[in-house]
């Protein structure tokens, strides 16, 4: 999808809140150790990976002023050995630089290695005053290939694997598992929810060089019998099954077969790179994850028994400064705060109500010393109330050890599937006011640290414009089935972007907004406070209609908007129009202009009702080969003031109210920057610009 249109249908996750004086944020790091990488290089065929998690502070001008570093190293050695050494160096690939950050493991406090293999994961604090740490942390926040991993043994004390560091995309996907989805269909009653992090650096050229996936798996309905055979990511589209490109491990020889009355699943996998299909999956992963499903294979159905075609999520981020004062009743005399982000990863329904969710938990604690956590929960009530726990972390004194400086961080990965924690994921979505997370300790244990995940008093909803979805001020008529553009503020609580998103229609309500267009429920494509992308449904009349925003606050005063049966719009960004070359679906640009003859697509909104009609809301489904697709009344297109030749003009599939029009590019329509429009009727849309080809 070419840049602009990105821009008007892809969701970017903000805040829901207003941001506090320190803010916390969590960045993955990455680095492939070898022997050979050692400076001087090891004549061994040690090899492993790192993964590391960088859990920063800033203050409130973005400078860094602590956080935790923590450590998962695998690494594989020719033989078992002593670990006398892990730690962040600083240097270059061509250096050996001093260590700034270390793991703890000394040759006083080693590790060892079972076969020659071994697994670290250690945490280490950053305080303010560690001057060197805190250099590496914004050293690596800039150019992290200015430092490297090392590991160290007392065979090979300088370093036996080491690796530089790059910085890692994070994207965490979702699914819905069930058995009418296998190919063909289960008749069993078995389900679960699939969450799929997956986290990737890359080269210059955008190619993956290393990559790790987590399956997190919640299931339901399976024999207490059974035995789960594998869990797998899979490279096909729905309908059709097809081969495993990326292995949970599940049914290995490592991990074997997994008793299905186990509970909840959890498997991370290193994606090999030197295995093609899983390079391309891990890539594909980030951009078009609906043509991957995630199958659970047990020993009765080897062929799998529930599955499900991933899912972009949306995100919805709540920065938060936790303090005793904010407890109900208040603590006094404790000095403790917790600097947290507490993010729901969620897939809707085709309500706009979230299906399942992901919450992380992300808190930088600062208390007294030898303090024991026994939980971190978002709680359901208001800032005056001590409410009920939701959504649990899962953090409790039994699998979370004293902080022996009381510094550090919790970082937690639950999955929300239902029930009451469902019911507050909905809830604080739309009235985050009516939340809040609270850090629990063994003195405290009713709450030493809490946080509302917004300030109450939300301003009512304000339109300030309604346009053609295409954005250009001068465009304001729309058609019925087209797309509408809604400007103003506070037009949602929560703001997490694409309504649409994954579902198979566009939803009625959004994190609490709504929109009505001539009295009628309008399907939302996008919601931001500022902006809202939303259909003009096909019932709505011609004329001057009332445009209404209701949020949780309340509803704005009506604005209005001309509604006609047509009212072409080309979409536009920084390139002109937004145009495709059929052959490679790629964007025509002033570098790659179109040619004479060639067919290329327009993208457009407000052509009028298809023939047959389209249901509002309805995202028009790939046809079937040779399957006709319902057209729109025929356009005129003129390229450079020629009229060009119309192949079809209809819905993008997978698109609500995107129009495509397929055209050949006439002879004689000149060269450079060349004026597009499109005509219906007696309605003719914006000029917008193709570069053409002498």
């Known amino acids: 999808m070419p840049k602009g249109m990105k821009k008007l249908f892809l969701a970017v996750a903000v805040s829901a809140c207003a941001l506090s004086a320190q803010t916390a944020e969590t960045i993955a790091f990455r680095a492939l150790l070898s022997s050979a990488n050692e400076v001087p290089p090891v004549s061994l065929e040690g090899a492993g990976e790192a993964t590391v998690w960088l859990h920063v502070v800033r203050d409130s001008q973005g400078r860094v002023t602590g956080g935790t570093v923590d450590f998962d190293i695998s690494v594989r050695l020719p033989a078992d050995s002593t670990i006398t050494g892990a730690h962040i160096h600083r240097g270059t690939a061509a250096e050996a630089g001093p260590v700034t950050v270390s793991t703890g493991i000394s040759g006083n406090a080693p590790a060892g290695t079972q076969n020659g293999n071994a697994r670290i994961r250690r945490s280490a604090q950053v305080p303010p005053d560690a001057g060197a740490a805190i250099d590496t942390l914004n050293g690596m926040l800039s150019n992290p290939a200015g430092f490297y991993v090392n590991v160290h043994t007392s065979a090979a004390p300088a370093g036996i694997v080491r690796g530089q560091l790059q910085r890692a995309d994070l994207i965490v996907l979702m699914t819905r598992l069930l058995t009418r989805n296998e190919v063909p269909p289960i008749g069993e009653t078995a389900q679960g929810v699939a969450t799929i992090t997956a986290i990737a650096t890359r080269d210059a050229s955008g190619t993956p060089t290393s990559g790790r996936v987590i399956f997190d798996v919640t299931h339901t309905g399976l024999p207490e019998e059974e035995f789960i055979s594998g869990l797998h990511i899979h490279n096909g589209?729905?309908?059709?099954?097809?081969?495993?490109?990326?292995?949970?491990?599940?049914?290995?020889?490592?991990?074997?077969?997994?008793?299905?009355?186990?509970?909840?699943?959890?498997?991370?996998?290193?994606?090999?790179?030197?295995?093609?299909?899983?390079?391309?999956?891990l890539s594909g992963l980030f951009t078009h994850p609906q043509d991957y499903y995630t199958n659970l294979h047990t020993r009765t159905f080897p062929g799998g028994i529930i599955r499900g075609q991933l899912r972009f999520t949306d995100a919805a981020v709540f920065p938060v400064t936790m303090t005793p004062a904010n407890e109900v009743p208040a603590i006094t005399g404790l000095d403790a705060t917790g600097i947290a982000v507490f993010t729901v990863h969620t897939i809707r329904d085709n309500q706009g109500a979230a299906e399942a969710a992901t919450a992380i938990f992300d808190v930088n604690h600062r208390f007294p010393a030898n303090t024991q956590f026994t939980g971190m929960h978002i709680h359901n009530g208001n800032a005056a109330t001590a409410g009920p726990v939701s959504i649990s972390s899962g953090v409790a004194a039994a699998n979370t050890p004293a902080s022996e400086s009381g510094a550090g961080n919790i970082f937690r990965i639950v999955q929300v599937t239902g029930g009451a924690a469902l019911d507050a994921v909905n809830s604080l979505l739309a009235n985050p006011e009516n939340h809040y997370l609270n850090l629990h300790t063994s003195t405290h244990p009713a709450g030493a640290v809490r946080a509302q995940l917004a300030a109450p008093g939300a301003a009512l909803p304000r339109i300030s414009a309604v346009l053609s979805a295409i954005s250009i001020g001068t465009a304001r008529t729309v058609a019925p089935g087209g797309?509408?553009?809604?400007?103003?503020?506070?037009?949602?609580?929560?703001?997490?972007?694409?309504?649409?998103?994954?579902?198979?229609?566009?939803?009625?309500?959004?994190?609490?907004?709504?929109?009505?267009?001539?009295?009628?429920?309008?399907?939302?494509?996008?919601?931001?406070?500022?902006?809202?992308?939303?259909?003009?449904?096909?019932?709505?009349?011609?004329?001057?209609?009332?445009?209404?925003?209701?949020?949780?606050?309340?509803?704005?005063?009506?604005?209005?908007?001309?509604?006609?049966?047509?009212?072409?719009?080309?979409?536009?960004?920084?390139?002109?129009?937004?145009?495709?070359?059929?052959?490679?679906f790629t964007q025509v640009t002033r570098e790659n202009p179109a040619r004479a003859g060639e067919v290329i697509l327009v993208y457009a909104t407000g052509l009028g009702l298809t023939n047959p009609v389209i249901e509002t809301a309805l995202l028009p489904p790939v046809p079937r080969s040779g399957a006709p697709l319902p057209e729109t009344q025929r356009p005129v297109v003129r390229i450079g003031g020629r009229e060009a030749s119309v192949i079809y003009s209809t819905l993008t599939p997978g698109f609500a109210g995107l129009n495509q029009i397929a055209v050949t590019v006439p002879s004689g329509a000149g060269s450079g920057a060349v004026p597009v429009t499109i005509q219906v009727g007696e309605a003719i849309s914006n000029s917008a610009i193709i570069f053409l080809a002498p």
């Open 483 to 584: 797309l509408v553009v809604i400007r103003g503020s506070d037009l949602v609580r929560v703001a997490t972007g694409s309504a649409g998103l994954g579902s198979e229609r566009l939803p009625p309500a959004f994190n609490g907004t709504q929109v009505t267009i001539a009295g009628i429920n309008a399907p939302l494509l996008f919601v931001s406070p500022v902006y809202i992308v939303a259909q003009v449904p096909n019932e709505v009349a011609a004329g001057d209609q009332r445009v209404i925003v209701r949020t949780p606050a309340g509803a704005s005063e009506a604005a209005t908007v001309t509604v006609a049966a047509t009212a072409p719009a080309i979409f536009v960004d920084a390139n002109g129009g937004i145009f495709l070359k059929n052959s490679g």
């Open 237 to 281: 589209p729905a309908g059709v099954n097809a081969g495993v490109t990326i292995n949970s491990g599940i049914g290995s020889p490592a991990v074997g077969q997994v008793a299905a009355n186990s509970g909840p699943l959890h498997f991370e996998t290193e994606v090999p790179m030197n295995n093609a299909l899983a390079v391309d999956t």
